[in-house]
């Protein structure tokens, strides 16, 4: 399918996650122009060196989402690199795993600050841009855990549930200017950054939790990333889609 996403500007938070990566591919693959964020600065260099050298039209910056006036200078530095911003979407994540009630008060700002505030940062950065240009897409990927609770995670559950709200209340508020907002709820993506060995030691565990028999990839992400960035989903605005395996049938 011919999603539309030639020369269209999409800012991608959290590009070096392996599904960051992937969506990244795919954008480039659909002749989108990428303005690529990311904490971590060296593999960032590293993967928009790799894009462009497959014809990829990119540009990297390291950026901390949880400072609304980083965010907005870089949003500032891609509009002046490319133009404007068509798209947003919102990879990042952070997680210290453990029960609620032994967690530590002093590690649930770093999950929610980079969680839930670096969308609010991004989303509030972008948004005049996109009603001025009477369009936009913004695509934030979260976990089951927002709409279903999960142990261990509670407190990202709480940040990303924060996330569903903004998602489809700001859906509602500029739909008339041909902006869209949506979410990708997913399952248990088998990816590095998890705690080390916990995929591999809790395999079993987690897989019977999985009526597809097995655990997500990256590759199985993307394609709903790109469609609900395209304008082929140009009247779905305010949801939250499973991409999960079935793990949630909510």
């Known amino acids: 399918m011919e999603l539309g996403l030639k020369d269209k500007v999409a800012f991608v938070c959290g590009c070096t996650a ?3 990566q992937e969506i990244c591919s795919g954008l480039v693959k659909e002749g989108a122009k990428i303005a690529m964020t ?3 600065d060296e593999k960032g260099q590293q993967l928009a060196g790799e894009l462009a050298s497959k014809g990829g039209d990119v540009w990297f910056s390291k950026m901390d989402v949880c400072d609304y006036r980083e965010v907005a200078r870089t949003v500032q530095a ?3 690199r490319f133009g404007r911003v068509d798209i947003l979407i919102y990879v990042a994540g952070f997680a210290i795993p453990a029960k609620f009630a032994q967690s530590v008060p002093e590690n649930w700002k770093k999950q929610i600050d980079v969680c839930l505030y670096g969308f609010l940062n991004m989303t509030h950065t972008v948004l005049q841009g996109m009603i001025a240009n009477n369009y936009g897409r913004i695509v934030s990927l ?3 855990s927002s709409r279903i609770g999960e142990t261990n995670i509670s407190i990202v559950a709480a940040a990303r549930a924060g996330q569903i709200a903004l998602i489809k209340s700001v859906a509602k508020e500029v739909g008339r200017f041909n902006i869209t907002l949506n ?3 997913l399952g248990v993506v088998d990816t590095p950054h998890y705690p080390p060995g916990f ?3 809790n395999y079993e565990k987690l897989v019977v939790q999985y009526p ?3 655990l997500g990839k990256p590759e199985d992400i993307a394609p709903m990333v790109l469609l609900l960035s395209s304008d082929r989903s ?7 889609v499973s991409v999960n395996g079935g793990f949630a049938m909510v």
Not at 234 to 240: F, P
């Open 18 to 20: 392996d599904t960051g």
């Open 38 to 40: 990311d904490i971590v």
């Open 78 to 80: 891609a509009q002046d």
């Open 142 to 144: 979260m976990g089951d």
């Open 183 to 185: 979410g990708v709820s």
């Open 199 to 201: 995929v591999k030691k």
């Open 212 to 214: 597809l028999g097995r």
């Open 234 to 240: 140009a009247w779905t605005t305010g949801q939250i």
